[in-house]
């Protein structure tokens, strides 16, 4: 049982460049998120989904995009990257009502 | 807007002795308390929650005190073991739209010396 996989571990990213960080969990959870991890700060969201089919904003989405065409699938598109979405980005999946979260490990973003 | 504030940044506890966590939030609409703990290159992993009906919850060493009025939780670990060294996240999250969404305090590194 892998739980929630994430890739890549770790990138950098030139400013300007696109790129896509994938989710796939295999618990058959409805309710999956992107969160954000900056240095000394808690994790922020960014997206989350109820659903196939069904995304909605977070806190800080600006910069990135996500889609939900599966149940076990959560991409988080970051388009023309900027420094400042240098972070640690982490996926969770959750089933409905359950806040326990399953985190995935995280990837490591730098934008240079 | 920090809704949800974890003041301690760092704390350093004996082996066997009790650490003690503190999370402070702002938002009366919160009813549903977590603390997750991490370790390095790890996610987050869910330790224990407490719903705004109940004041205490406890599961094994891990104990969290809930006080609505002064809108303050605490995390207690007794006894605590070098094992339990890694980053502590309070999460809150409240009803109606925010149904399953958490909001995360900034994190306490716990260090437990043998």
């Known amino acids: 049982n892998a739980g929630v996989t994430q890739t890549p571990k770790f990138r950098i990213l030139k400013i300007g460049q696109s790129m896509t960080l994938q989710c796939a969990q295999d618990?058959?959870?409805?309710?999956m998120y992107w969160y954000r991890q900056d240095p000394g700060m808690g994790l922020k969201l960014i997206y989350y989904?109820?659903?196939?089919?069904?995304?909605d904003k977070g806190e800080v989405p600006n910069g990135y995009n996500v889609s939900r065409s599966t149940t076990e699938d959560f991409p988080l598109r970051l388009e023309l990257a900027a420094p400042s979405q240098t972070s640690v980005y982490f996926c969770?999946?959750?089933?409905?009502?359950?806040?326990?979260?399953?985190f995935g490990s995280g990837t490591r973003l730098t934008v240079v | 807007d920090q809704q949800v504030k974890q003041n301690s940044p760092s704390l350093s506890v004996q082996e066997g002795r009790i650490s003690i966590l503190n999370c402070d939030y702002t938002n009366s609409m919160f009813d549903y308390f977590l603390w997750y703990k991490k370790y390095p290159a790890e996610g987050p992993t869910f330790l224990i929650s407490?719903?705004?009906?109940?004041d205490k919850n406890e599961d094994g060493r891990f104990t969290v005190f809930l006080n609505k009025s002064a809108k303050h939780l605490s995390l207690h670990i007794v006894p605590s073991q070098p094992g339990d060294s890694a980053v502590y996240f309070c999460a809150a999250s409240g009803g109606g739209t925010s149904y399953g969404k958490l909001t995360f305090g900034q994190g306490t590194i716990l260090t437990v010396h043998p």
């Open positions: 618990m058959n959870h409805n309710y």
């Open positions: 407490i719903s705004s009906i109940k």
């Open positions: 969770a999946s959750s089933t409905t009502g359950d806040y326990g979260y399953t």
């Open positions: 989904s109820v659903g196939a089919g069904i995304t």
